[in-house]
């Protein structure tokens, strides 16, 4: 069944629809359908959503039933709508729009290439120190066969230690040690989501998670974040689609949303969890980016302590606040869980390296002198890329992130595909919006890390910015090698 987007929901995602720019030029019905399709191609209407029925959406907006039957129709004539009699009207998109949501990547990057398609930090001076300790502990393991599918028991402890200082009592038998965030959650779909099933995600969203749910074939359907002002998500629709479509499992990523930054309030964690339990959905919380809070930000405490009915799986890794080369992440789920996930991961990769969850053992020890400087490091990068956006690219929209590595931009137009080929022509790479989504929308969005020093920042945008205003000279079409996004 469709999830049903009612007339008061959409009147508040079309919000100011009637003031648009060209609006004046446009009756209404032509700028309501606008509307429409601006809300389709930045994916915050999903596609496959039933729209409210005429009247209700007339009711709804204070407009007459002919300019909504208008709008529909210019709708289904451009192929945002499909309309069957009786059964209503659902968003799609014209055909040839669809792209496959698979994780791309090339073996190297050029070495001269700025290369912003990654969202992670160089290694912090601590690590060589780590490893150096990490060797001198590594006779300790050296007796025995050295495969632990569910992790090193200490490393399992001081993550465990984590949680519990978060405000989630946890216990090491709670936690399975694997290689990186997308390690785990691979295991998790592979365990929980039969081929096929329904799942929910975030639109934008990691776009290798989408691969991993591709993977799974999974029947995949999206919440639309919001670009700008509040907390990213639009409770009544997220709850809502919980509600109706009855996921087998949605992935949210609640800390600092990769790509978006947004940060889930409290409140919704709450009610998020109790609609998954009331749904039989599970519930797969990404916490990648929780030790990465900038501007004193304050972190609600993890989705997983309004858990009751052991719904919620929460999945996390050493790559961001640490080093993504360590390959260090986990899963936090009920004893039982973790145990049918080592006795899966036994067939896929048998258990992790010792010694690099030793290394990891040390960072984390050190985790009080190394994440402070991460985040006085994000800051300074994340507010050098802001002020020259603002210098060179002022036409662009960006709500600042209080957290996480990464911005959204919001372009001067559909161009971001364009302009990550044209970027990359004057060497860099770039992550373009439909990358973050599922069917090609998002072409007015740019996934924009600051993870590189300030110079090659600075240096980046201001190519990015030539490479922009050449764009409408010079629109080319060309295919170009796949590069990976981290
Ligand atoms: C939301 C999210 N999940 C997972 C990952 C993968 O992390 P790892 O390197 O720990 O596998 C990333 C990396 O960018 C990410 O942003």
Do not use: C
Request: hydrophobic residues 45%; positive net charge; without cysteine.
């Amino acid at each position: 069944m469709a999830v049903i987007v009612r007339g008061s929901q959409l009147a508040r995602l079309l919000g100011q629809w009637h003031a648009l720019p060209g609006r004046r030029r446009n009756p209404d019905y032509a700028a309501l359908a606008g509307a429409v399709r601006g809300l389709l191609a930045d994916g915050r209407l999903p596609l496959g959503v039933r729209l409210p029925a005429e009247r209700e959406l007339a009711e709804a907006l204070r407009v007459s039933r002919t300019t909504v039957t208008a709008a529909y129709r210019s709708l289904r004539e451009t192929g945002h709508l499909t309309s069957r009699r009786g059964a209503g009207s659902w968003t799609t998109l014209p055909t040839g729009h669809q792209v496959a949501s698979s994780g791309l990547w090339t073996a190297e990057t050029a070495p001269d290439m700025i290369d912003l398609g990654y969202a992670a930090l160089a290694a912090p001076p601590e690590l060589v120190p780590a490893a150096r300790a990490a060797a001198e502990d590594l006779p300790r393991f050296l007796q025995h066969a050295g495969y632990y599918p569910t992790g090193l028991a200490e490393l399992r402890a001081a993550v465990a230690h984590g949680y519990t200082r978060r405000g989630l009592p946890t216990s090491a038998e709670q936690i399975m040690v694997t290689s990186g965030t997308q390690h785990a959650l691979d295991l998790v779909l592979r365990l929980l989501l039969p081929a096929g099933a329904p799942v929910l995600v975030e639109s934008p969203t990691y776009p290798n998670a989408l691969a991993a749910l591709a993977a799974r074939r999974a029947r995949i359907a999206t919440h639309g974040l919001a670009t700008t002002a509040g907390d990213g998500w639009d409770a009544d629709l997220l709850l809502g689609a919980i509600r109706q479509d009855r996921p087998r499992l949605a992935y949210l990523i609640p800390e600092f949303q990769n790509p978006t930054g947004h940060l889930m309030s409290v409140e919704l964690r709450e009610r998020v969890v109790a609609a998954a339990h009331a749904s039989g959905t599970d519930l797969v919380v990404d916490e990648s980016f929780v030790d990465l809070p900038l501007d004193g930000t304050p972190v609600p405490p993890p989705t997983a302590v309004f858990d009751r009915h052991s719904r919620v799986i929460s999945i996390g890794g050493m790559s961001k606040p640490y080093w993504g080369g360590l390959r260090i992440g986990w899963v936090r789920a009920s004893a039982p869980l973790v145990q049918r996930l080592a006795a899966l991961r036994v067939g896929v990769d048998m258990a992790g390296p010792v010694l690099d969850q030793l290394v990891g053992v040390h960072l984390l020890a050190a985790a009080d002198t190394i994440v402070p400087a991460r985040l006085a490091q994000l800051t300074a990068q994340r507010d050098a890329l802001l002020a020259e956006l603002a210098n060179v690219l002022p036409e662009w929209r960006v709500t600042v992130p209080h957290g996480g590595v990464t911005l959204w931009a919001e372009l001067d137009g559909p161009i971001s595909s364009a302009l990550a080929r044209a970027a990359e022509e004057s060497g860099v790479r770039l992550a373009p919006g439909p990358r973050f989504g599922i069917d090609g929308t998002l072409e007015r969005f740019l996934r924009l890390p600051f993870t590189l020093p300030v110079p090659v920042l600075t240096d980046a945008v201001r190519r990015i910015a030539a490479v922009r205003y050449d764009l409408d000279r010079t629109s080319r079409r060309q295919w170009r090698e796949p590069a990976m996004i981290a």
